[in-house]
């Protein structure tokens, strides 16, 4: 599984630079406890949210180091009413000087059903929430990595984050930007409100819905689990819900959500790729941009997405289909044009009980998304050990003979504005070829043909090749410094 996370701050120059470092500890903290006194371990503070709005950021960021132990919710969220175990109101200075909140027992699959790793526990609208009071620059610039969230049937999302209100249409948000979530297990949630649009989101929500948008926004090598009605009869409740351009959601393993990644109207310079996306009720991707609500200026910088060597299976398969009579792998509408087309290519799907690929209420898949190279295998003949229902023993390696091995891609969309469209490593930390074919999924197969080897950081951090990505990509985008109050924005798709 993960491997000990070893973190460094890359300067663009290639120097490293110093990091502070705080300590938490349920079982030992103590919040009266200075900022000072709290960066020796043998003295840290009791909650996660204590830190919030103490630390000073050095050159190299803030590492908040928190120990295994069960962390409850404590917090009302200022501007908000939330009730959650973190509020950030304060978050990094740059690309490089970032804060991250870090699980020193990193979350796995294995922990699943389980209280181990860093449980965090709360009960409705969000465990890990932006709240509404900001900092000067807001909370850009913030990493969640590690933890585990308990099951929670009221919580409008596990992990949240909320544009500023009162933007123009189309503009971006200047509080929620540069938010990577990084190998975290998120247990089943949303399930008693799945039908109400006010209180049910997606297990990882990015930036609210709708009008605006943030950049920057990394969802990778998490494990996710039900979100929304279990049943299947309810709108809402998604596994990643990313509302932002220039955003990157790779080597994610989730299973039994309404749809499992939805990029709405943010679908935008936007990579999915290495994902296994599993019985989904209604889709295994949504990419829309409808022009309706300007996240992507309007249409002017639609396109340029690439969704590459994905596994999407079993959509649709044994739920009731009570509003939308769905059950596709991707669907793909008004997301892109002739001149910034979308690439989908070499992902493998089976069992998708309404296809592959399928259009918005009757119309025409996107003409200028290609779909070539498109693998069909049962997934029991794809993994070691395959389940619609993901378990604590579940093995989502590839099996010996499987098409995924070697049968990805490393070619992104004509014109994209990244680089690389694959992730450097796998989601345990074994590294990719850096071109030429790939395997498909969130693991990389041993016997591939291709040099293997490990390494620290694991997977959760990109390579320095891809952190130079993200970085001219943040500062493209010109993260706004001024910040402005958040609150949730949940309006109802069309």
């Known amino acids: ?9 890359l300067l663009l120059v290639g120097t490293v630079c110093a990091q502070t470092n705080y300590y938490v500890d349920i079982a030992t903290g103590d919040d009266t406890r200075s900022a000072a006194t709290a960066q020796n371990p043998a003295t840290p503070w009791k909650t996660i949210g204590n830190a919030d709005g103490k630390m000073t950021i050095s050159a190299g960021g803030v590492i908040v180091h928190v120990k295994a132990g069960a962390y409850t919710a404590g917090l009302t969220c200022a501007g908000t009413g939330y009730n959650s175990v973190v509020c950030v109101n304060q978050g990094g200075t740059s690309a490089t000087a970032r804060i991250r909140y870090q699980c020193d027992t990193p979350a796995s699959l294995a922990m699943l059903g389980t209280n181990q790793g860093c449980l965090l526990l709360a009960t409705g609208s969000f465990h ?23 099951p929670d049937p009221v919580a409008f999302a596990l992990i949240g984050t909320s544009c500023a209100q009162g933007l123009p249409a189309g503009t971006q948000c200047p509080n929620v930007n540069s938010w990577h979530i990084y190998g975290n297990l998120t247990e089943p949630a949303g399930s008693a ?23 920057d926004l990394q969802v990778i090598g998490n494990w996710i689990g039900p979100d929304g009605d279990p049943n299947g009869s309810c709108q809402y409740g998604y ?11 790779q080597n994610n393993i989730m299973w039994q959500s309404r749809i499992g990644v939805h990029v709405f109207d943010g679908a935008c310079n936007t990579v999915v790729s290495n994902n296994v996306i599993i019985n989904m009720v209604e889709l295994g991707i949504l990419a829309w941009n409808h022009n309706i609500y300007g996240d992507c200026s309007q249409g002017t910088l639609k396109g340029l997405n690439t969704f590459n060597n994905n596994v999407i299976v079993n959509t649709g398969v044994g739920w009731p289909h009570v ?3 769905e059950g596709a792998g991707i669907q793909a509408s008004q997301e892109c044009t002739s001149t910034r087309p979308t ?18 209420n009757g ?6 998304a290609a779909t070539p190279n498109t693998k069909a295998e049962d997934p029991t003949t794809t993994f070691v050990n395959f389940a619609n229902s993901a378990t604590a023993s579940s093995d989502f390696h590839l099996k010996a003979g499987s098409q995924a091995i070697g049968g990805g891609t490393s070619t ?17 930390g074994t590294v990719r070829p850096a071109s030429g074919p790939q395997d498909i999924g969130a693991y990389v197969k041993s016997s591939a043909g291709v040099p293997i080897v490990t390494f620290s950081p694991s997977p959760l951090l990109l390579s320095f090749r891809s952190r130079l990505a993200r970085l001219r990509l943040v500062q493209a985008a010109s993260i706004p410094s001024s910040s402005r109050p958040a609150r949730q924005v949940r309006e109802q798709q069309p």
């Open 1 to 9: 599984m993960i491997r000990k996370l070893i973190f460094a701050c």
């Open 128 to 150: 890990v929430a932006i709240s509404g009071a900001g900092y000067p620059g807001g909370a850009n610039f913030v990493d969640i990595v590690g933890f585990h969230f308990a």
């Open 193 to 215: 409100n799945a039908c109400d649009i006010n209180h049910a989101g997606a297990a990882i929500e990015m930036a609210g819905r709708h009008g605006n948008w943030a950049t």
């Open 239 to 249: 596994a990643v819900y990313a509302n932002g351009q220039n955003q990157t959601i």
């Open 323 to 325: 509003q939308f009579n």
């Open 343 to 360: 690439l989908i290519s070499n992902n493998l799907m089976f069992g998708n009980v309404a296809g592959n690929f399928l259009g918005y």
């Open 363 to 368: 119309t025409a898949f996107d003409p200028c």
């Open 412 to 428: 992104c969309v004509a014109g994209a504005p990244y680089p690389s469209c694959v992730p450097p490593t796998d989601i345990a």
